[in-house]
C-alpha cells in the first residue's frame, strides 16, 4: 500500500511564506512524477507545479516566479516553496504522485491535501 502525506499548510498574511512536503511511503519501487495541485471553493483542481523523474519541472503560470518545486528522492518527500502570497492562492493543496509500486502495478496517488489560507 502507497501513502502520500502532506503537511506545511496554514494561515498566513498576503506576501509571506510558506513550505509545503509531501512524503510518499508503503510499498513503493519507483516513482515517476510528483506534483502539487490545488483546489479553490467553486473552482476545479489545477496543476500548481510538477516535477518528472527526469526533474522537468512546470509551474502554473500564476505562480510562476513565486513558487519553487523541488523533490528529495532519498525521502521520497517533494516540496512547495510558496512566497509572495497572494489571497488568490487561498486553497487546499494537493500532493500527486505517479508510482510504480513492488508488485509493478503503477498509478497515480492523492494526499488528503493540506489547506493553505492566505489574508488580504
Known amino acids: 500500500q502507497v501513502r502520500l502525506v502532506e503537511s506545511g499548510g496554514g494561515l498566513v498574511q498576503a506576501g509571506g511564506s510558506l513550505r509545503l512536503s509531501c512524503a510518499a511511503s508503503g510499498t513503493i519501487f519507483s516513482i515517476n512524477a510528483m506534483g502539487w495541485y490545488r483546489q479553490a471553493p467553486g473552482k476545479e483542481r489545477e496543476l500548481v507545479a510538477g516535477?518528472?523523474?527526469?526533474?522537468?519541472?512546470n509551474y502554473a503560470d500564476s505562480v510562476k516566479g513565486r513558487f519553487t518545486i523541488s523533490r528529495d528522492n532519498a525521502k521520497n518527500t517533494v516540496y512547495l516553496q510558496m512566497n509572495s502570497l497572494k489571497p488568490e492562492d487561498t486553497a487546499v493543496y494537493y500532493c500527486n504522485a505517479d508510482i510504480l509500486s513492488i508488485s509493478r502495478v503503477r498509478r497515480y496517488y492523492w494526499g488528503q491535501g493540506t489547506q493553505v489560507t492566505v489574508s488580504s
Open positions: 516535477l518528472t523523474s527526469g526533474d522537468s519541472i
